[in-house]
């Protein structure tokens, strides 16, 4: 028996049926179930902790919305697990006084995406059509080293990924175990890569 496509969508009507439904999101006109776990998202809260205490050290007019989508095109839009956007820029984005929607990247500085069981899309898909945006700094954030050996190395370890886009495309700088992370972002930022694993332990 052969089976029909499923429909495909497209952004406005994603985020008409889906926009307030933190597991989705569309690529491809595809919905994708991003597939959340209690540990991601304790990841995802440390990250957004650890940028916030920055943030705040530093008086930056900076936001980390809770929820935020990123239309990349007609048929695509990403909903990162953590998003830095420069509050002063927003005045720039048509759709964000009524909608928590990006459409440019003018207010983003920085990405961070915590890898699940589709990973393929934050160490392939997300890298290529970022650097196509222009977002300036993409983290993957590997803590159960599921991304595969040509991204992590041999043997898998836990891994970030801190991308930095040079022209079209990321440069990309690897950091497991104890190491400290470099941002561009957050050049003065205090943490390990361990720390970040630890946080998606029980």
Not at 72 to 100: C, G, M, N, Y
Request: hydrophobic letters at 40%; glycine letters at 4%; one cysteine or more.
């Amino acid at each position: 028996m052969v089976q029909a496509n499923p429909k495909l969508l497209s952004v406005d009507d994603f985020i008409a049926d889906y926009g307030d439904q933190d597991r989705y999101e569309l690529i491809d006109g595809e919905l994708i179930d991003l597939e959340p776990t209690g540990l991601h998202e304790q990841v995802i809260g440390f990250v957004v902790r650890k940028l916030s205490v920055e943030i705040d050290r530093l008086d930056l007019p900076y936001i980390i919305p809770h929820r935020c989508l990123i239309r990349v095109s007609d048929d695509t839009a990403f909903r990162p697990d953590v998003i830095v956007l420069d509050k002063t820029q927003l005045v720039h984005e048509p759709l964000w006084r009524t909608q928590p929607v990006v459409t440019s990247n003018a207010a983003i500085k920085l990405i961070a995406e915590v890898v699940s069981t589709n990973w393929q899309n934050d160490y392939a898909r997300k890298v290529e059509d970022y650097a196509l945006f222009g977002i300036p700094e993409y983290w993957i954030t590997d803590y159960l080293a599921l991304g595969g050996r040509e991204y992590i190395g041999q043997p898998k370890r836990p891994t970030v990924t801190v991308c930095q886009l040079a022209g079209e495309f990321y440069d990309k700088q690897l950091f497991q175990q104890d190491e400290s992370l470099i941002s561009p972002t957050f050049p003065e930022l205090q943490l390990r890569a361990s720390a970040i694993f630890a946080a998606g332990q029980l």
